[in-house]
């Protein structure tokens, strides 16, 4: 079965549970459903932060995004996929993306879920613009965050 996956690139938050909800409802084939949420802190390195402001590349933000979901597609077994990620300022303690994964069994939801969100952190053109008491500063990319997306480059 060919599923096509929902993805959301907007401004306004989401609801987490309505959205597995809306993935896994009346579905029979599903035995795993698996979900990230990543939520905007309030401190980086013991520093409060006061919001932080994501911006993306519209057109070019979805495609890249649709292109690694087919690849997730292509490579475990899922009945189900959402992506949402949001853009603008957010503050802390509210929703930034949201990944849910479903299969027939846990573990290509979980590894699905993870690759996806590895490819979310480091390659998705998404830029973050992090607000504290010393101002305004762009957030660079973390050298951990690429080791965790290499293990998923086909040799």
């Known amino acids: 079965m060919t599923i096509a996956a929902t993805i959301r690139i907007q401004q306004g938050d989401f609801d987490v549970a309505q959205e597995i909800a809306r993935l896994s409802k009346g579905r029979t084939d599903i035995g795993a459903v698996v979900s990230f949420s990543g939520i905007c802190r309030g401190t980086e390195d013991s520093e409060p932060i006061a919001a ?3 911006e993306h590349y519209p057109g070019m933000a979805e495609a890249e995004i649709k292109r690694h979901a087919d690849e997730a597609i292509a490579r475990w077994p899922l009945q189900g996929l959402t992506i949402i990620h ?3 300022r957010i ?3 509210e929703n930034i993306v949201l990944v849910v994964t479903a299969s027939s069994h ?3 939801a979980f590894e699905a879920a993870e690759f996806l969100m590895d490819y979310l952190k480091t390659n998705a053109p998404f830029w973050k613009q992090e607000e ?3 101002g305004k500063s762009w957030i660079e990319a973390r ?3 690429d080791d965790a997306a290499a293990r998923w480059k086909k040799s």
């Open 132 to 134: 504290s008491a010393r």
């Open 143 to 145: 050298s951990h965050d």
């Open 52 to 54: 932080l402001t994501l």
């Open 106 to 108: 846990r573990q290509a």
């Open 86 to 88: 949001r853009f603008g």
């Open 91 to 93: 503050a802390p303690g």
